[in-house]
């Protein structure tokens, strides 16, 4: 099995690449760990509660908190750990995290695969309906309710804010 922590984070046209650790519909969350080269059970969700879409990260990235960036993609499909989808950022969900006294940012970004019919329309995250973007807040609230962690919503932003974050991220890993 291949280090999925490094492949590269955009193609040859420049499109980003998204490895899925976690598919919708999953009541687990995995995770991908490079020591092990596997993807890992990391936790199980609430009852009743499940990934609303496909939640992975950015290859090549180094996000705020060490890991690569967080990505949720947006389409109506579910697929499965270690599938790498092309995809156009749509925006990002800016979170402050308190943990064991410590506060740090851990964004979640959010993107479209190029080849989703569905979700081809979607340009901007905050072109979602507002109860969405609600739900979707509440949904990562709530992964965290039985963890020491505490979540502050910041705000959307767009699809920009997404790209720079991903370009910042890739930066950092580089560096590292």
Known sequence: MPNFVNLPT???????QVVVE???GSRAKFAYDPKLKAFVLRKSLLAGLTYPHDWGFAPSTAADDGDPIDIM????ATTFPG???VCRPIGVLQIEQRSKGKSERNDRLFAVPLRSHAAQALSDVRDLSRPMLLELEKFFIATDELEDKKLNILGWEGP???LQAVEEAAKAF???
């Open 22 to 24: 976690t598919p919708r």
């Open 83 to 85: 599938v790498v989808i």
């Open 73 to 76: 993609v947006v389409h109506d």
């Open 160 to 162: 920009q804010a997404a």
């Open 10 to 16: 955009f193609t040859g046209d420049g499109d980003l």
């Open 174 to 176: 580089k560096k590292d």
